[in-house]
């Protein structure tokens, strides 16, 4: 079956460290996106991409990094510069040329602070 | 630019309840409307989605209608059940032409008891 996986589930990072989320999907969408999740905040975009080699940046990309080298792949850093980086992460992908198709989503991954 | 207003939760019904929360948006153009459903731990699923004014998705007993004169794009379900206990997102995507970012509302959270 075709989808969107993310690893690992649950991610804790000490103080100072980076930590990279994997997204993978198996969709052939060209688009792929990275939102957070915080308590009755909603969905906010972190980076968006549109095309391999190329990604933009969301509403709140300060603290984190990406890269998409493959289609099938757009990974999330959260860099030591992200001061509140304790969220629960979703990746998303969808075909970018049709607006009215809908954005599918992987099951998260749960990031915490030690 | 777009937003997406969504009524305050959380929600508690008795099973067998009617259901309505309430979505309204700002956007131009003629957007396209989804709602999402998010199970405990888990990823948004897409649960309906209506494409342009006097549309009505469905999906699940769940149903939705596309209200162009009053922007808005409210979700019921006749008769709720215990499983439909999640959080409930309203989301619009741009005008077709345009990028296919999604904004999102804040979400709120439905809790069905016996």
């Known amino acids: 079956d075709g989808g969107i996986t993310q690893s690992p589930k649950y991610l804790f990072r000490k103080e100072g460290q980076n930590v990279t989320l994997s997204c993978e999907q198996n969709l052939n969408h060209d688009a792929m996106y990275w939102y957070r999740q915080d308590p009755g905040q909603g969905l906010r975009l972190i980076y968006y991409s549109q095309i391999v080699n190329d990604f933009q940046k969301g509403d709140i990309a300060e603290g984190y990094s990406v890269s998409r080298e493959k289609k099938e792949s757009f990974p999330l850093t959260v860099t030591s510069a992200q001061k509140n980086p304790t969220a629960f992460y979703l990746c998303a992908s969808s075909i970018v040329s049709d607006s009215n198709q809908p954005q599918h989503f992987g099951d998260g991954t749960r990031l915490s602070i030690l | 630019g777009n937003s997406v207003t969504q009524m305050e939760g959380p929600v508690t019904l008795s099973e067998e309840a009617f259901l309505t929360i309430n979505c309204t948006y700002t956007a131009t153009g003629y957007p396209s409307l989804f709602w999402y459903v998010q199970y405990p731990g888990e990823g948004l699923q897409l649960l309906l989605k209506a494409t342009k004014a006097d549309d009505k998705g469905s999906n699940k007993g769940f149903e939705a209608t596309y209200r162009k004169e009053t922007t808005s794009f409210h979700l019921e379900k006749g008769s709720v059940q215990v499983s439909d206990s999640a959080v409930y997102f309203c989301?619009?995507?741009?005008?077709?032409?345009?990028?296919?970012?999604?904004?999102f509302g804040k979400g709120i959270t439905l809790s069905v008891r016996p």
């Open positions: 989301a619009l995507s741009p005008s077709p032409g345009a990028n296919s970012k999604l904004t």
